[in-house]
């Protein structure tokens, strides 16, 4: 079974900066799009971030200019930039490849908690 591990999470501070990294079990070189996902206390899991198997990106409007992802396909890692941080930001983050309706191609890792204070 193909691993997820999320790491580089950890507390900031308003304004601060954190780069999240995705480590897959797997050849991520045929995956067309993976994707970033957080899911704050009390909310659903949303889309934060999305990069292609070629680098483009395509991020959620609240993260837009802020946040930037990119993939080492001969690493098999992605990664998710994030600067100037808001409280808001507060989640739990994770990674994995959307399949369209059939929703995603691998199982869920334990993902890495961002929390930022005010």
């Known amino acids: 079974q193909v691993q997820l591990v999320e790491s580089g999470g950890g507390l900031v501070k308003n304004g601060g900066s954190l780069k999240l990294s995705c480590t897959v079990s797997?050849?991520?070189?045929?995956?067309?799009?993976m994707a970033w996902y957080r899911q704050a206390p009390g909310k659903q899991r949303e889309l934060v971030a999305q990069?292609?198997?070629?680098?483009?990106?395509v991020y959620e409007d609240s993260v837009k200019g802020r946040f930037t992802a990119s993939r080492d396909n001969a690493r098999n890692l992605m990664f998710l930039q994030m600067n100037s941080l808001k409280p808001e930001d507060t989640a739990v983050y994770y990674c994995?490849?959307?399949?369209?309706?059939?929703?995603?191609?691998?199982?869920w890792g334990q993902g890495t908690q961002v929390t930022v204070s005010s």
């Open positions: 990069v292609t198997r070629s680098g483009t990106t």
């Open positions: 994995n490849a959307p399949r369209g309706s059939m929703g995603f191609i691998w199982t």
């Open positions: 797997e050849n991520i070189s045929r995956i067309i799009t």
